[in-house]
């Protein structure tokens, strides 16, 4: 199994800055991707930035330009870096790992909660 712990969340002005941290450990696969998703009050889960293993990542429109996601392999652990926070930018992040072992299953955090406000 797969356990997956978040950290980083917390209340910022808009403009400002956060880091989220997600630490993988159990049975991780050398072939997994990791993410991070976020859920606004009243709304779906959406897609925030994925990363391969190799380095290759994906983001939401509305978060280019100002959210980077990185990972460290040796420490299986992923970053979204988060600047220029919009109130629209609040909700719970999740992160997500999915490995491949002959076929992908995937694994989820619990959350930590990002509020943007003034």
């Known amino acids: 199994q797969v356990q997956l712990v978040e950290s980083g969340g917390g209340l910022v002005q808009p403009g400002g800055s956060l880091r989220l941290s997600c630490a993988a450990s159990g049975s991780i696969f050398s072939i997994n991707n990791m993410g991070w998703y976020r859920q606004a009050p009243g709304k779906q889960r959406e897609l925030v930035a994925t990363i391969t293993n190799g380095g290759s990542t994906d983001y939401a429109d509305s978060v280019k330009g100002r959210f980077t996601i990185f990972r460290d392999n040796a420490k299986n652990t992923v970053y979204l870096q988060m600047n220029s926070l919009k109130p629209e930018d609040t909700g719970v992040y999740y992160c997500?790992?999915?490995?491949?072992?002959?076929?992908?299953?995937?694994?989820w955090g619990q959350g930590t909660q990002v509020t943007v406000s003034s």
């Open positions: 997500k790992l999915g490995r491949y072992g002959g076929s992908w299953s995937y694994y």
